[in-house]
């Protein structure tokens, strides 16, 4: 397994690393903490969880992610596992971000907010500090440097390692790094958007950022919510497919034009002896700025996929296949 330098952090991550917004809903917590013990055995040191997983969103399981990772990582060495999860911010009814059952619906970024939100995560995750903590999607409405400041209190007392933020724009993630900059603040160290073989928009401004100023990239969705793997070739939904359950991955990744995309993708990996889903994610792993590529996986098997993927080198004839797509 490689491993790198998470931006300017003391933390070095896998390649790849394991998410768990499938564990608690999708996965019960038996088949979770096999999945969890096969990333572990096969050197993933990252799990990336939240405040408001599992997914689907409801209220009656909030929360339950980090419960079935902080009853894992009982049993587990804790420097050997860099722990990373998210504080939900406001609500954002044009984006789709609706998450009505924590802390009101009003779970704007300040300080109030970031001290119960991390109390919370630490008690539901058994630990007493967590290595990255992230917003998972900006608040334009809270000060950035109350943001930052949160971070600060949060760290100086030793309940948060490194700060970090999700679904951010170039212009956010520039200003957060400007002001710790001119105030003394706490530097981002990562930034965790959606990037994949069908959705690049990190490319367009933010990848110049994660370089150009040392912020590590994690990238989540590789597989495009599962179009890249080739399960919905054709545009058939499996009726026990993640697209069959769950409307919003459908709405993001399920238009014609996104599938169309998608089998071709795949095809260019059958044509070169590759598997689909590694192809996929080792394509995202070699891109500038990134420092780990986040997937979930539903069974032992996909992990192993998933640490097959961290290996791998794409030829450049296949390279350049991807690039004609």
């Not at 992610?65 to 049993?75: C, D, Q, R």
């Not at 930052?148 to 724009?169: D, H, M, P, W």
């Not at 928009?201 to 590789?222: I, K, N, R, T, W």
């Not at 097959?308 to 296949?318: H, K, R, Y």
Request: charged residues 20%; proline residues 4%; aromatic residues 6%.
């Amino acid at each position: 397994m490689e491993y790198r330098r998470l931006g300017r952090s003391g933390l070095r991550v896998s390649a790849v690393s394991l998410g768990s917004m499938n564990m608690g809903s999708w996965l019960d917590r038996a088949a979770s903490h096999r999945v969890l013990d096969a990333a572990f055995d096969a050197g993933i040191n990252l799990i990336d969880t939240a405040e408001m997983y599992p997914s689907p969103l409801e209220a009656a399981t909030q929360g339950r992610s980090e419960e079935v990772v902080g009853a894992w990582l009982k049993g587990k060495p804790r420097d050997a596992v860099i722990l990373a999860t998210k504080i939900s911010g406001a609500n954002r009814a044009e984006l789709g971000d609706i998450v009505p059952h924590i802390r009101g619906g009003f779970a704007i970024l300040d300080w109030h907010h970031f001290a119960r939100a991390c109390e919370a995560s630490l008690k539901r995750l058994k630990v007493d500090c967590i290595d990255l903590y992230q917003t998972h999607w900006p608040d334009r409405g809270t000060p950035i440097a109350a943001q930052l400041e949160a971070f600060e209190r949060l760290i100086e007392a030793g309940k948060v390692r490194y700060a970090g933020v999700s679904n951010e724009t170039p212009w956010g993630l520039m200003r957060l790094l400007a002001t710790a900059e001119t105030s003394g603040l706490p530097r981002i160290v990562a930034v965790q958007n959606s990037y994949s073989l069908v959705r690049r928009d990190y490319e367009a401004g933010l990848a110049e950022v994660c370089v150009q100023e040392g912020v590590g990239m994690l990238p989540f969705s590789p597989l495009g919510e599962g179009v890249l793997t080739g399960k919905y070739t054709g545009g058939k939904i499996p009726h026990d497919s993640r697209f069959a359950v769950y409307q919003r991955g459908r709405e993001r990744f399920g238009d014609a034009k996104t599938l169309a995309r998608a089998d071709a993708y795949v095809d260019v990996a059958r044509a070169h002896g590759l598997e689909p889903t590694q192809m996929a994610i080792a394509w995202v792993k070699r891109q500038p700025g990134v420092a780990s590529v986040i997937s979930s996986a539903s069974n032992v098997g996909q992990v192993a996929s998933l640490a097959a993927a961290a290996d791998l080198t794409l030829p450049n004839e296949t390279l350049a296949a991807i690039a004609t797509v």
